[in-house]
């Protein structure tokens, strides 16, 4: 295993620039997911790693050698594509072994690392069988043996779950997990299932339009989103986001309006930084933050309820405002077109200026207020 | 069945069974007139005669078969594997590798497939003569190995040729030559099929350019002797049969041999 590090990386497609001086720092043995929307550049990313696109600007470092004019067979990687990439007109144990006959390794090399891998991932009983004769599951695991008979120094992962059913994903979501514990080898993963994000990564890099938005470990950006577009990523369902106006209440004190949810007034905590009357902010609530003993109260109209079994999530909106995703695990009860008071406790709230960027106080945002 | 349904279904299979007749109608012929002597045919016989083995006989003794058989079997064989060894190459070029130029090239290239041959028949003989190839099989192959037909064909279906397989063969450590032979030509086998059958039929059914160029009597093709058969002064129409039928088995052979491999790379290359 290797480290990886990319410097000032940017890559441009004639006069378009898909990432913009990308910086990063990955430690051995580490597994680095980057998530962001469609179009964010995150493939892109995970292709100039691999050396199938040239950087345009910047520097790759792999294990301590400047990487950006190497052959991407000669960087000691091993990737695998969401589409598997296994070729048709071999077996199992031809795709696997494919890689390391070229590399010209002894047949009986060739046969011990595929036998190895066959054995890992439980593949034994189909080693002679074609591609088109396998499940998609067991496509995928003959895609990750095929990376793992090159012993590499870093693992690239390209949206490998993504052609898979949910069960399915989930399955092979452990079985990553569990071979990344095995091998401990330094991993990048690209995907934009923040589930897969969020269970399998050391840390997670959000990527928007090109530009790093924030790095840190699945729980630091969940608890502490750096700006309004990853407190909207991360989280499943995505942080409840309302504009709201800085105002005072009838005592003078500070709160804030939120004109989604007709003008509600919202006191804010007495640590409360100083915000001049009259900002626009919005403010953020994650769905689970809503309690039974908050100071501030919504009360809204149930448009929809998706009861999951253990916690029901009750989708909620005053007049024609956005819905409010409120999980509650004693939601059973509810149904459509019910009234529903949801409450929260105002330390809870997350604020973020008009630009995006977070506004940072001991008063705000904390997830277990 | 209610009656307007029958009614119309009798309709639909009865115009589709004239139009298959009138499609295999010339083939049948072809057999009928095998067993027929000449002025049954001219009659217009269509029962089976008793002439086949007298017009067997008597083309196997007119017609070097033998010699004819391998002169075309040598060019449509030949003609067929660089065609498409070129083609494909030039298809999976166009398709793949992007450089400046390549769009216009290739729409010259697809303008190429418009010219009628007719315009290009005196031009190319007059540059097989100062390469001194007349009255020889490699000026037969020679102008239909840069098809621009068979280009098109490979380009298209290049765009269904999985662009990870490369990706994946890249990082493996494969150079484009070793993609193209051990990843691209295994996986379009299908595609390899069709354009094999297509080309093959093309070369061996060629008529106009291997009259123009060839001119002695051991250089020429099936298709050229049973035209010379056919337009003697007192033409034996049961032998002339009896070399149509010789010269259609190998491309029957060569289409019902590889029919799977056909109909599927038809489709994927209009997928």
Redesign the interface.
């Given at each position: 295993m290797s480290d990886l590090k990319l410097v000032d990386v940017s890559k441009s497609f004639g006069a378009v620039e898909i990432l913009k001086k990308i910086n990063l720092d990955v430690k051995a043995g580490e597994f680095i997911v980057f998530v962001g929307p469609s179009g964010c550049g995150k493939s892109t990313l995970l292709?100039l790693i691999?050396?199938?696109e040239e950087i345009t600007a910047g520097e790759l470092v792999i294990g301590g050698k400047r990487m950006n004019d190497i052959?991407?067979?000669?960087r000691g990687?091993?990737?695998v594509?969401?589409?598997?990439?296994l070729?048709?007109?071999m077996t199992v144990a031809e795709n696997m072994g494919?890689?390391l006959k070229?590399?010209g390794l002894p047949s009986a090399e060739i046969r011990a690392r595929v036998l190895s891998a066959a054995h890992i991932l439980d593949l034994e009983p189909l080693l002679q069988r074609r591609p088109k004769a396998l499940s998609g599951g067991q496509r995928q695991r003959v895609a990750i043996g095929?990376a793992i008979v090159?012993q590499p120094k870093v693992f690239l992962f390209d949206e490998p779950l993504s052609n898979l059913d949910a069960g399915l994903r989930v399955h092979m979501r452990i079985e990553i997990a569990k071979l990344h514990r095995q091998l401990g080898v330094t991993t990048v993963y690209v995907t934009h299932d923040q589930v897969e994000a969020m269970t399998l990564a050391d840390r997670i890099v959000v990527l928007r339009a090109g530009e790093v938005e924030q790095i840190g470990s699945p729980l630091d950006l969940y608890d502490n989103p750096a700006n309004l577009f990853v407190a909207g990523f991360i989280g499943s369902p995505k942080m409840n986001l309302l504009p709201a106006i800085v105002t005072r209440t009838a005592d003078g004190r500070p709160a804030l309006r939120i004109p989604d949810i007709g003008d509600a007034l919202v006191a804010l905590p007495d640590r409360a930084p100083r915000l001049e009357d009259g900002r626009a902010v919005y403010i953020g609530i994650r769905p689970e933050q809503f309690c039974v003993d908050g100071s501030a109260e919504f009360d809204l109209a149930i448009d929809i309820v998706e009861h999951l079994g253990g916690t029901t999530f009750v989708y909620a909106r005053k007049g024609s405002s956005a819905a409010i995703v409120v999980e509650t695990r004693d939601g059973r009860a509810h149904k459509s077109g019910d009234a529903i008071a949801v409450r929260f406790d105002p330390a809870s709230l997350y604020l973020f200026d008009a630009d995006g960027g977070r506004i940072r106080s001991a008063a705000f945002g904390q997830p277990n207020a | 069945m209610p009656l307007p349904r029958l009614l119309n279904r009798i309709g639909v299979y009865g115009f589709l069974g004239a139009m298959a007749l009138l499609s295999v109608f010339p083939f049948i012929w072809m057999i009928v007139g095998t067993t027929n002597s000449t002025g049954d045919i001219i009659l217009g016989h269509l029962g089976l005669g008793h002439a086949f083995l007298d017009n067997t006989q008597k083309f196997f003794t007119q017609a070097n078969a033998p010699l004819i058989f391998w002169n075309s079997a040598k060019i449509s064989l030949l003609g067929t594997a660089l065609t498409l060894a070129v083609s494909s190459v030039a298809g999976y070029g166009f398709e793949i590798f992007r450089s400046p130029g390549r769009d216009w090239l290739y729409a010259g290239l697809l303008l190429t497939i418009m010219i009628p041959f007719a315009v290009l028949m005196i031009p190319l003989f007059m540059i097989m003569g100062r390469l001194g190839l007349i009255n020889t099989h490699i000026a037969i192959i020679l102008p239909t190995v840069a098809s621009g037909f068979v280009i098109f064909y490979f380009r298209q279906a290049t765009k269904a040729f999985?662009s990870?397989?490369r990706?994946?063969a890249?990082?493996?450590?494969?150079k484009e030559w070793?993609i193209f032979l051990y990843?691209y030509i295994?996986?379009m086998?299908s595609t390899y099929a069709a354009a094999f059958v297509i080309v093959f039929m093309a070369t061996w059914n060629n008529y106009l350019w291997p009259l123009i160029v060839l001119q002695t009597n051991e250089m020429k093709t099936i298709t050229l002797v049973i035209s010379s058969l056919a337009s003697a002064y007192y033409p034996d129409y049961g032998v002339v049969m009896v070399g149509a039928l010789v010269a259609t088995l190998p491309t029957l052979i060569v289409f019902f041999a590889m029919q799977r491999q056909f109909v599927q790379g038809m489709l994927g290359a209009i997928k």
């Open positions: 292709r691999a050396g199938l052959d991407p067979s000669h990687l091993a990737m594509f969401q589409s598997y990439a070729n048709p007109h494919f890689a070229f590399a095929r090159r | 999985p990870e397989l990706d994946a890249r990082v493996d450590g494969l070793q990843i295994p996986t086998r």
